[in-house]
Nanobody, 124 residues
């Protein structure tokens, strides 16, 4: 079964940290660009970060630059999103997506696979 599963979400106080995991099954993650996105109730989907499949180029949205770090562990078929200095406005459902095309994933949300998401809640 081909799927992406996110984990690591939860409730954290403002200023705290969480590390989200995006684990693939049924396919090899290192052949895909992986992006992290989020969506809060009543808001549009927001791109956060993306890591390329060819050379590990990393892109970040301005809103999370410096605070969030994306990385991949190919041995575990997993991509991580380390989130530091979390703020209440970071509260959302976070999900990952995979695409064979890095720029299409980042610019147009072109996806081959996407996960169901994990809830992140930041209290003030």
């Amino acid at each position: 079964q081909v799927q992406l599963v996110e984990s690591g979400g939860g409730l954290v106080q403002s200023g705290g940290s969480l590390r989200l995991s995006c684990t693939a099954s049924g396919f090899t993650l290192d052949r895909y660009a992986i992006g992290w996105f989020r969506q809060a109730p009543g808001k549009e989907r927001e791109r956060l970060s993306c890591i390329a499949n060819v050379d590990d180029t990393k892109y970040y949205a301005d809103s999370v630059q410096v605070r969030f770090i994306i990385s991949r562990d190919n041995a575990k078929n997993t991509v991580y999103l380390q989130m530091n200095n979390l703020k209440p406005e970071d509260t959302a459902v976070y999900f990952c997506a995979a695409s064979r095309w890095f720029l299409k994933l980042w610019q147009t949300f072109h996806t081959d696979y996407r996960g169901q998401g994990t809830q992140v809640t930041v209290s003030s």
